[in-house]
């Protein structure tokens, strides 16, 4: 399925030449605080170019700026390494960085809520910057940006600029991580989970972004997810300090962004703590967006997201052209986005979808207007979640029998510790089966590590499971 980027779908972004035509003087002041944190936060130190082996030229890599207008109107700079020539000799595995999962944010959300927490979210200004590098990495400053740090400190960097075919270059070593290198997440997360766990915090080991530490009593919780973090403690003064040691620890050169109270944007959701004992995940923003941004053709509405025939796949039926084909892979991605966050309902329709954005025809394109056209008549829906009891976890599951189109099944499945789906899921199954009854099995089995993953997260959050209940309607499966 598509995996669509956090910020990509939702802001406007710009190359650096493009960026400062598009903001002009607002662009530019926007660019000098950004290439300012490179000077300030010390990430690198000049190196002479001419000293570089062909090797170590062959593997610099080129230093990229973007220009981006964020939702509140602030033109925002962001720098970063073009990493791709370190693919060839990093493997996968040495540069994964653990992030939050949404699973994981749900439940510590509606725990929040439930126990009536205070919470405080907490952005870290040039993260990466902040963690030290453990290779050597050379970069090249081009352009603007090189004259800019020259001019910042000539006695530093004017002996090492280079004329390189009538443009300004500079030549770097990495001492701190910087944003596009393949190794900059997992640094900053060795960082960030190094100083947790020197503060007494302990990391829930089935979420390695997720730690806790018994203060006054009560559990303190915090999570992130790079660079954004969420902190919950009933006693607001708590927070206050914890608080604190993270502006000692990471905001020395620039303030941390912070926000108190009960209403917070975290991971493109807005969570709302304002009605006791309920967490209200709202995308509300992001949906009116993407509404807004449609042709006039998709005006309209509609009282379901999808028809009775949505599985059914017309072979017959014209393909899309390039255009449209890209429109549909776009909207598809962006309803991704959404549904497996604030939007449950949208997520069968989704589901199908995402396995047509290959070989999308006009059948397909229809089933994505009525979508949106549901999409905007429900415009102000949001997922409200609550628990009732920490002890008990319910989950659903159910298959519909050999309903897509190569005799696949499809299933169906919900867990819950009282109000709203915790975590929901609608799926295509990978195999195919003989019954129903093998339909209901291969759905139940896939599920169950989901269920197993939340008892085990739950009981590592220090919670008692006492019942882990798990529904099934059908007779022979049961059996």
């Not at 530093?156 to 004329?163: A, N, S, T």
């Not at 443009?167 to 991580?177: N, R, S």
């Not at 190094?194 to 979420?207: M, R, T």
């Not at 025809?361 to 549901?374: G, P």
């Amino acid at each position: 399925e598509l995996a669509p980027e956090l910020e990509a779908i939702a802001l406007t972004q710009y190359t650096l030449k493009r960026g400062l035509k598009e903001f002009g003087k607002d662009g530019l002041v926007a660019l000098g605080k950004e290439v300012e944190q490179l000077y300030t936060r010390k990430v690198s130190k000049p190196v002479d170019g001419d000293n570089l082996t062909k090797e170590q030229k062959r593997a610099t890599l080129r230093y990229l700026m973007f220009l981006t207008q964020k939702r509140c109107g602030r033109i925002k700079a962001r720098g970063c390494a073009d990493g791709r020539k370190q693919r060839e000799t990093t493997n996968k595995e040495d540069a994964s960085a653990p992030t939050v999962s949404i699973e994981a944010v749900m439940l510590s959300s509606t725990i929040d809520a439930c126990e009536g927490r205070d919470v405080a979210t907490v952005d870290i200004p040039g993260a990466f910057m902040q963690a030290d590098i453990d290779e050597v990495v050379h970069v090249k400053f081009e352009g603007e940006i090189a004259e800019m740090l020259v001019r910042m400190d000539p006695a530093l960097y004017r002996k090492y600029v280079k004329d390189e075919n009538g443009k300004t270059m500079l030549y770097v070593e990495l001492l701190k991580a910087l944003y596009g290198t393949l190794k900059a997440a997992l640094l900053f997360w060795k960082l960030v989970s190094a100083k947790l766990v020197s503060w007494g915090f302990e990391i829930n080991p089935y979420d390695w972004c997720v730690a806790n530490k018994m203060i006054n009593g009560k559990q303190c919780t915090i999570l992130w997810h790079v660079d954004d973090l969420k902190i919950s403690h009933v006693d607001n003064e708590v927070n206050t300090t914890i608080i604190g040691l993270i502006d000692a620890e990471f905001g020395k050169e620039a303030p941390l962004t912070v926000t108190r109270g009960k209403i917070h944007e975290y991971l493109g959701m807005t969570l709302d703590f304002t009605t006791k004992g309920k967490v209200k995940i709202k995308m509300i923003d992001y949906a009116e967006k993407m509404i807004k941004d449609l042709p006039e053709e998709f005006d309209g509405e509609a009282p379901t997201p999808a028809a009775n025939h949505l599985f059914t796949v017309d072979e017959k039926q014209t393909k899309l052209d390039e255009k449209r084909a890209q429109f549909f892979h776009t909207y598809v991605a962006k309803t991704l986005f959404l549904c497996k966050r604030a939007r449950p309902d949208l997520q069968t329709v989704v589901s199908f979808l995402c396995k047509r954005v290959r070989d999308c025809d006009e059948d397909d394109w229809k089933k994505l207007k009525l979508m949106l056209c549901y999409l905007h008549t429900t415009i102000d829906l949001f997922l409200t979640l609550s628990i009732d009891n920490l002890s008990i976890i319910k989950t659903w599951v159910d298959a519909s029998y050999a309903i897509h189109a190569d005799m696949r099944s499809h299933t169906g499945s919900a867990i819950m510790m009282g109000k709203g789906v915790l975590y929901g899921k609608s799926s295509k199954q990978k195999l195919n089966t003989k019954s129903s009854t093998e339909a209901e099995l291969v759905g139940a089995s896939d599920f169950l590590s989901q269920t197993t993953w939340t008892r085990n997260f739950i009981e590592s959050q220090w919670y008692k499971i006492d019942e882990s209940e798990f529904f099934q309607d059908n007779m022979s499966a049961m059996k």
